[in-house]
T-cell receptor
Framework: KNEVEQSPQNLTAQEGEFITINCSYS?????LHWLQQHPGGGIVSLFM???GKKKHGRLIATINIQEKHSSLHITASHPRDSAVYICAVRKENTDKLIFGTGTRLQVFP | DTGVSQDPRHKITKRGQNVTFRCDPI?????LYWYRQTLGQGPEFLTYFQNEAQLEKSRLLSDRFSAERPKGSFSTLEIQRTEQGDSAMYLC????????????FGPGTRLLVL
């Protein structure tokens, strides 16, 4: 079993829909990252969380440390949000990241 | 553009050949990470440096792989005697090395071993 699990693996939405991507992990962590990867490979960091909730524009990320679960929400989705969204955790007492397999999001006009 | 650059962006090679990739991190970043990503999967940790010191290596990094960061600035990742299973995207990231901070990723080098 992977230490970081994401769901769903694939997600299709109509423009304007509210989107939720989930991430569960099974190890102790010091931080959780949400990353965005566009075709061609470039990865951009969206959020880093150690507790609570963060918001940036239409994106909201939450984390529940006790339940070892995080969610990424996109409000008013747009076709330019189409990308792979990856959850990654930084294990306690280490500096390396462990990644989920990603959620491929397609938003249609 | 995150400020992290990688070269080359694409590499096609024949099985058995050696390849070398370069990563230039953001200049003030003292941490540098290498990851590998195969199609449809998330990235996997390979190794990381604190300045010029290689602090951790994954078990994925076989004897055919070697990474260096000789002056604590740019880093190279060499794969000797490439195999078809080495075909992947090789990603580099850098950070300041603080406990809670973002890693900045380069665009990656896509390797295809024929």
């Amino acid at each position: 079993k992977n230490e970081v699990e994401q769901s769903p693996q694939n997600l299709t939405a109509q423009e304007g829909e509210f989107i939720t991507i989930n991430c569960s992990y099974s190890v102790g962590i010091s931080a959780l990252h949400w990353l965005q990867q566009h075709p061609g490979g470039g990865i951009v960091s969206l959020f880093m969380l150690s507790s609570g909730k963060k918001k940036h524009g239409r994106l909201i990320a939450t984390i529940n440390i006790q339940e070892k679960h995080s969610s990424l929400h996109i409000t008013a989705s747009h076709p330019r949000d189409s990308a792979v969204y990856i959850c990654a955790v930084r294990k306690e007492n280490t500096d390396k990241l462990i990644f989920g397999t990603g959620t491929r999001l397609q938003v249609f006009p | 553009d995150t400020g992290v650059s990688q070269d080359p962006r694409h590499k096609i090679t024949k099985r058995g050949q050696n390849v070398t990739f370069r990563c230039d991190p953001i200049s003030e970043h003292n941490r540098l990470y290498w990851y590998r990503q195969t199609l449809g999967q998330g990235p996997e940790f390979l190794t990381y440096f604190q300045n010029e010191a290689q602090l951790e290596k994954s078990r994925l990094l076989s004897d055919r792989f070697s990474a260096e960061r000789p002056k604590g600035s740019f880093s190279t990742l060499e794969i000797q005697r490439t195999e078809q299973g080495d075909s992947a995207m090789y990603l580099c990231a850098s950070s300041l090395g603080l406990v809670l901070e973002t890693q900045y990723f380069g665009p990656g080098t896509r390797l295809l071993v024929l």
